[in-house]
Nanobody, 119 residues
Framework: QVQLVESGGGLVQPGGSLRLSCAAS????????MGWYRQAPGKQPELVAA???????NYADDVKGRFAISRDYAKNTVYLQMNSLKPEDTAVYSC?????????????WGQGTQVTVSS
C-alpha cells in the first residue's frame, strides 16, 4: 500500500507565500510523475503543476512565474513553492503520484490541504 501525506497549507495574505510538501511512502518500487491539483468551491479540479521522474515540469497557465514545483527523488517527496498568492488561488490542494509497486502501477492521492488567500 502507498500513502501520500501532505503538509504546508494555511491562511496567507495576498502577495504572500506558502510551501506545500507531499511525501509518498509504503511499498514503492518507483515513483513516476508527481503533481499538485486544486479544487476551488464550485469548480472542477484542475492541474496546478507536475514533475516527471526525469525532472520535466508542467504548469497551469495562471500559476506560471509564481509557483515552482520541485522534487526530492531520494525521499519520494514533491514540493510546491507558491509565491505572489492571489485570492483566486484559494482551494484545496491535493497531491497525486503515479507509483509502481511490486504488483501494479496506480495513481495515488493525498488527503488534501486547504490554502486560503485572504486579507
Amino acid at each position: 500500500q502507498v500513502q501520500l501525506v501532505e503538509s504546508g497549507g494555511g491562511l496567507v495574505q495576498p502577495g504572500g507565500s506558502l510551501r506545500l510538501s507531499c511525501a509518498a511512502s509504503g511499498s514503492i518500487f518507483r515513483v513516476y510523475t508527481m503533481g499538485w491539483y486544486r479544487q476551488a468551491p464550485g469548480k472542477q479540479p484542475e492541474l496546478v503543476a507536475a514533475i516527471t521522474n526525469t525532472g520535466i515540469t508542467n504548469y497551469a497557465d495562471d500559476v506560471k512565474g509564481r509557483f515552482a514545483i520541485s522534487r526530492d527523488y531520494a525521499k519520494n517527496t514533491v514540493y510546491l513553492q507558491m509565491n505572489s498568492l492571489k485570492p483566486e488561488d484559494t482551494a484545496v490542494y491535493s497531491c497525486n503520484a503515479d507509483v509502481q509497486t511490486r504488483g501494479s502501477r496506480n495513481d495515488y492521492w493525498g488527503q488534501g490541504t486547504q490554502v486560503t488567500v485572504s486579507s
